[in-house]
T-cell receptor
């Protein structure tokens, strides 16, 4: 069964600190992995997309890594800001699935002043 | 390009009533997806269209759910005889159908069934 699991479920950090979110997946055949940011009451917004051959990708203060051998990914947030408070969702797409996405349950990040 | 829009943003209905949601994708995006998201969970795939053709439906989409995209542009999702378990955020996304099928999400419709 295609699954995406994330940890931790929730995280509280102080403004300015760094944090790392984890994602494990069992999706086959693998096409690409994405990280989305979802603010409360809003739709998800894409942060990064990585294919099998990419093992790191950055978008500003967000850096995603991918280990396709162990089927793990991480999202590192540097110098966190209050506006980073959101749910971060790991999403995997399988080949030949018409772009259908398999979502993790998300990590709820809260950045405190 | 104003992004994906959904209407209404919030809907409160009584159990047993029918509801219909609308999604307007980014213009010229030929793929349109519907997802359902419950509190504390990631979105779950419901169905998707390529142009006006509905290519796949999840087993989550019971007989009470129906989706259409009659002219390959906007789409509607109807839920008949709503149940309390239908309370969720219903998200729509669209993509161009090229490359990584990058999906752009709308703001969602929050359904509350009382």
């Amino acid at each position: 069964k295609n699954q995406v699991e994330q940890s931790p479920q929730s995280l509280i950090i102080l403004e300015g600190k760094n944090c790392t979110l984890q994602c494990n997946y069992t999706v086959s055949p693998f096409s690409n992995l994405r990280w989305y940011k979802q603010d409360t009451g809003r739709g998800p917004v894409s942060l990064t997309i990585m294919t099998f051959s990419e093992n790191t990708k950055s978008n500003g203060r967000y850096t995603a890594t991918l280990d396709a051998d162990t089927k793990q990914s991480s999202l590192h947030i540097t110098a966190s800001q209050l506006s980073d408070s959101a749910s971060y969702i790991c999403v995997v797409s399988a080949n030949n699935q018409g772009g259908k996405l398999i979502f993790g349950q998300g990590t709820e990040l809260s950045v405190k002043p | 390009d104003t992004g994906v829009s959904q209407d209404p943003r919030h809907k409160i209905t009584k159990r047993g009533q029918n509801v219909t949601f609308r999604c307007d994708p980014i213009s010229e995006h030929n793929r349109l997806y519907w997802y359902r998201q419950t509190l504390g969970q990631g979105p779950e795939f419901l169905t998707y269209f390529q142009n006006e053709a509905q290519l796949e439906k999840s087993r989550l989409l019971s007989d009470r759910f129906s989706a259409e995209r009659p002219k390959g542009s906007f789409s509607t999702l109807e839920i008949q005889r709503t149940e309390q378990g239908d309370s969720a955020m219903y998200l729509c996304a669209s993509s161009s159908g090229q490359g990584f099928y990058e999906q752009y999400f709308g703001p969602g419709t929050r359904l509350t069934v009382t």
